[in-house]
């Protein structure tokens, strides 16, 4: 594990500003792409920020899980810590993070009934108040629906796992598409959710719609000391969700009694991607290409999605498996690459590497061709090949 002054050092190389032009400044990554999506749903144009982890490189995969992000004031944070845990340490997949920028319509929004009662409960009838635009919940689940998500899906390469993470009302947002729409997400990460929403009536409605079906479900809830009713129907919900008993449906529930409302989503964040991948790479002890294998089928399985190792990792697994004399493993092993990303020429060079170290020069050959005839103006790829051909 690197010390904590790389890991500060790698979130805030990613806190400049986006370069698209007519924005004012935020705190988004600079390899982020932001777009502005006409949305005919919701009759308005809205900002999205991508963060695209093929922009940085380090271990990219051949598809994406993909990180829907409510809270997008948080998108430094969480594609920090994205970037540290997928490329520096390989705890977690690389993945694409879609922040939403909910601007100055979250209590529409983030709000899936319309609701005169505040968080303690008390009715707010003011007609200008903060309370009166809420109730927008339903159609901007919609929006993302048929809006945002066919927009990432079309330009990216997107694995079929989408996590749908909140915080606030972000968080209740989370927990209502969970109950109310859960065709649309996998995964879900629902940080401090405003559960007190009308007045606890959200939580009763909620706990009636659990998932039941056989597709695989998994929910991250956590929250810190509160004070109102807030509590109340947080420990209201969970004991829905210790009642309800779905094989299919995964969830924890983690408690941070030093935090507070603000300042719960950087643990939170953190613990909910490692809670969907606790063992991302494959166990040093004992690997081999078989231990691989299985490690990432029984991750895939656990999810409901074919999770495939990214390329640097099965890169340095390879060259690991030479250096200990395992040339078996070590084929079997390059060849993930060749299988994941046949267009890519060092894939196969990779390949070519372990036959070339195998003593086996006929593979090595075929291997090299293959990339210099996929990257023909590769001088380093060619002289690969004239090297051992010689």
């Given at each position: 594990?690197?010390?904590?002054?790389?890991?500060?050092?790698?979130?805030?190389?990613?806190?400049?500003?986006?370069?698209?032009?007519?924005?004012?400044?935020?705190?988004?990554?600079?390899?982020?792409?932001?777009?502005?999506?006409?949305?005919?749903?919701?009759?308005?144009?809205?900002?999205?920020?991508?963060?695209?982890?093929?922009?940085?490189?380090?271990?990219?995969?051949?598809?994406?899980?993909?990180?829907?992000?409510?809270?997008?004031?948080?998108?430094?944070?969480?594609?920090?810590?994205?970037?540290?845990?997928?490329?520096?340490?390989?705890?977690?997949?690389?993945?694409?993070?879609?922040?939403?920028?909910?601007?100055?319509?979250?209590?529409?929004?983030?709000?899936?009934?319309?609701?005169?009662?505040?968080?303690?409960?008390?009715?707010?009838?003011?007609?200008?108040?903060?309370?009166?635009?809420?109730?927008?919940?339903?159609?901007?689940?919609?929006?993302?629906?048929?809006?945002?998500?066919?927009?990432?899906?079309?330009?990216?390469?997107?694995?079929?796992?989408?996590?749908?993470?909140?915080?606030?009302?972000?968080?209740?947002?989370?927990?209502?598409?969970?109950?109310?729409?859960?065709?649309?997400?996998?995964?879900?990460?629902?940080?401090?959710?405003?559960?007190?929403?009308?007045?606890?009536?959200?939580?009763?409605?909620?706990?009636?719609?659990?998932?039941?079906?056989?597709?695989?479900?998994?929910?991250?809830l956590a929250d810190s000391p509160?004070?109102?009713?807030?509590?109340?129907?947080?420990?209201?919900?969970?004991?829905?969700?210790?009642?309800?008993?779905?094989?299919?449906?995964?969830?924890?529930?983690?408690?941070?009694?030093?935090?507070?409302?603000?300042?719960?989503?950087?643990?939170?964040?953190?613990?909910?991607?490692?809670?969907?991948?606790?063992?991302?790479?494959?166990?040093?002890?004992?690997?081999?290409?078989?231990?691989?294998?299985?490690?990432?089928?029984?991750?895939?399985?656990?999810?409901?999605?074919?999770?495939?190792?990214?390329?640097?990792?099965?890169?340095?697994?390879?060259?690991?498996?030479?250096?200990?004399?395992?040339?078996?493993?070590?084929?079997e092993t390059a060849a993930i690459?060749?299988?994941?990303?046949?267009?890519?020429?060092?894939?196969?060079?990779?390949?070519?590497?372990?036959?070339?170290?195998?003593?086996?020069?006929?593979?090595?050959?075929?291997?090299?061709?293959?990339?210099?005839?996929?990257?023909?103006?590769?001088?380093?790829?060619?002289?690969?090949?004239?090297a051992v051909m010689n």
């Amino acid at each position: 594990m690197k010390p904590f002054y790389l890991l500060l050092a790698a979130l805030l190389s990613l806190m400049a500003a986006s370069p698209a032009p007519a924005q004012e400044a935020q705190p988004y990554p600079s390899s982020a792409e932001t777009f502005v999506i006409h949305s005919n749903i919701l009759g308005e144009d809205r900002r999205v920020v991508i963060y695209n982890p093929d922009k940085v490189g380090g271990n990219v995969l051949p598809f994406y899980p993909v990180l829907y992000l409510l809270d997008e004031n948080d998108m430094s944070m969480v594609t920090g810590m994205v970037k540290y845990l997928s490329a520096y340490n390989e705890q977690l997949p690389a993945m694409l993070v879609v922040g939403i920028d909910g601007g100055d319509q979250r209590m529409r929004d983030l709000t899936p009934t319309h609701s005169l009662y505040d968080n303690m409960g008390k009715l707010d009838p003011d007609p200008n108040g903060w309370l009166q635009p809420s109730g927008g919940g339903d159609k901007f689940l919609r929006f993302m629906r048929e809006e945002v998500i066919p927009f990432v899906e079309k330009r990216y390469r997107t694995a079929p796992f989408r996590i749908f993470a909140g915080h606030s009302v972000g968080g209740l947002t989370a927990v209502h598409a969970l109950t109310a729409h859960p065709d649309m997400f996998n995964a879900y990460l629902a940080v401090a959710p405003s559960l007190w929403w009308d007045k606890g009536g959200f939580v009763r409605s909620a706990a009636k719609h659990l998932p039941t079906g056989v597709d695989k479900k998994f929910l991250f809830l956590a929250d810190s000391p509160e004070g109102g009713p807030f509590p109340v129907y947080i420990k209201s919900f969970l004991g829905a969700l210790a009642a309800h008993k779905a094989q299919s449906f995964h969830w924890t529930h983690a408690y941070y009694p030093n935090e507070t409302h603000g300042s719960i989503a950087a643990k939170a964040y953190y613990d909910g991607l490692r809670f969907l991948y606790p063992q991302w790479n494959a166990p040093e002890e004992g690997r081999t290409a078989v231990s691989i294998r299985r490690h990432y089928a029984a991750m895939s399985s656990r999810l409901g999605y074919d999770v495939q190792p990214p390329f640097d990792l099965v890169s340095d697994w390879a060259s690991a498996f030479v250096r200990k004399g395992m040339f078996n493993d070590a084929v079997e092993t390059a060849a993930i690459n060749v299988r994941n990303f046949p267009a890519n020429a060092w894939a196969y060079a990779g390949l070519a590497d372990v036959y070339r170290a195998k003593g086996d020069k006929v593979a090595a050959i075929a291997s090299y061709r293959k990339a210099v005839e996929l990257a023909p103006n590769d001088a380093q790829l060619k002289e690969k090949l004239t090297a051992v051909m010689n």
